[in-house]
């Protein structure tokens, strides 16, 4: 953990609004993963889209995980990070053949996730080997926007259609390699892992060959102190045991892949922001900050509760403020919320601010996204500078037809 002081000084050096990363957090994620398993041969494919600045895609994968991709843009930033083509799976949902076979010719792992897709892609590239995403239809996750199992989901192919998987693989010959399922984000509870591997595993019985089962991600991180989490090593017990029984039955020990996204950054993060102006109303105490719905939109999109402290003023009285943004449309970040005395100047850190928060930026009310830092071996490092006006203008065309 980065000392509160250490944080302060970072914001003065770098300015805010500001996202510092802790390396260390993410390492203990990933080693806490890794260990709750007795199962052996595991692998973690970090979920890239929670967070996907250069430098923590190559300290992830100094850690010995791999990626797991939803476009071809991350495939490439996956590739520059050094990652090796067969590290790097690509999970993407309703691409273009097109896409497929960009990532075909840079020879990464493929899971592909409709009926439509599997038959042309097979008819095509019956020698490439590719992974199938399964819909396994279990309702789990936080909010119906990150629920991606469930009957009606655009997400996967349904298990009731498995019958025509295999129809389609026995018509083109493709080489299944592996079976895939993600039901959904902040999932609490392990036993719903359970039941989706069961499905799994006997969906698995029709595939010969298989390399790996991949059991995608959804372990729900507490945002609170005390607040609830998914229980990881229970969960790896129970899963290892199961998936030993399953590989004994199925005649081959295969990989067991995980690929988690904000398990393993969301606590590394931390956004620091300037408090421009207190205002109070005769109902309400207003903190206006110097950032908006444009750099965290996680509270507005999702309903997210993110801790707030006051790194200014950490023993102050503790006080009610609703804290809310600069943006022209209502940016609220916390209504009512207790946080020790907040002035105008003071420096606020929104805790869990790793995962899904720099990288669903955007430059809304034309405002610069913030500037990244790493905090690594006890030292801060920038990792993406500060955007300016020619940020804004960089690929904007001016026309010459105007006075
Ligand atoms: C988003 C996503 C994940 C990561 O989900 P988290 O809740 O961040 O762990 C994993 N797999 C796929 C296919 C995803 O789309």
Redesign the pocket.
């Known amino acids: 953990m980065i000392p509160e002081s250490t944080l302060l000084q970072i914001a003065e050096r770098y300015d805010c609004p500001l996202y510092i990363y802790d390396s260390e957090k993410i390492k203990e994620q990933y080693e806490r993963l890794i260990k709750a398993f007795s199962y052996k041969s595991i692998k973690i494919n970090y ?1 890239c ?2 967070l996907t600045n250069i430098n923590i895609l190559r300290f992830i994968r100094q850690l010995g995980s791999g990626l ?1 991709t ?1 476009s071809i843009q991350e495939v490439k930033l996956g590739l520059r990070a050094g990652f090796a083509p067969k590290d790097i799976i690509y ?1 993407p949902n309703c691409v273009s053949l097109e896409e497929l076979e960009h990532a075909v010719a840079l020879g990464v792992r493929i899971n592909i996730d409709n009926l439509s897709i599997l038959e042309q892609f097979g008819q095509k590239y019956p020698e490439y080997p590719v992974c199938i995403r399964i819909n396994p239809h279990i309702m789990a996750g936080g909010n119906s926007k990150i629920m991606t199992g469930h009957i009606d989901s655009k997400f996967g192919i349904s298990i009731h259609q498995l019958p025509h998987i295999v129809r389609i693989v026995k018509a083109t010959q493709l080489k299944i390699e592996g079976l895939h399922m ?1 039901t959904g ?2 999932i609490l509870d392990p036993r719903v892992f359970i039941q989706a591997s069961e499905i799994l595993f006997n969906a698995a019985k029709e595939f010969e060959d298989l390399d790996y089962l991949d059991f ?4 729900k991180v507490s945002y609170k102190d005390g607040g609830a989490e998914t229980d990881i090593e229970d969960l790896g017990e129970q899963i290892s045991e199961a998936f030993e029984k399953f590989c004994s039955e199925y005649g081959k020990d295969l990989t067991l892949m995980f ?5 393993l950054v969301s606590a590394s993060g931390s956004f620091l922001v300037n408090v421009n102006v207190i205002k109070q109303t005769t109902s309400t105490v207003f903190v206006g900050i110097d950032s908006g719905l444009n750099h965290l939109i996680r509270p507005m999109f999702y309903d997210a509760y993110h801790h707030i402290s006051n790194l200014s003023n950490p023993a102050g009285k503790q006080r009610f403020y609703t804290v809310v943004g600069y943006i022209c449309e209502t940016d609220t970040f916390a209504v009512n919320r207790k946080i020790s005395e907040v002035r105008e100047g003071d420096i606020l850190r929104f805790h869990n601010a790793g ?1 899904y928060c720099f990288s669903m930026a955007s430059n809304y009310n034309s405002r610069y996204r913030p500037a990244e830092v790493l905090y690594i071996n006890g030292e801060s490092h920038l990792i993406r500078e500060r955007e300016t006006m020619d940020d804004l203008l960089a690929r904007q065309v001016e026309l010459d037809i105007f006075t």
């Open positions: 979920a889209k929670a797991d939803v999970t993600h984000s902040d995608g991600s959804g372990f690929e988690p996204g904000k398990y995962a």
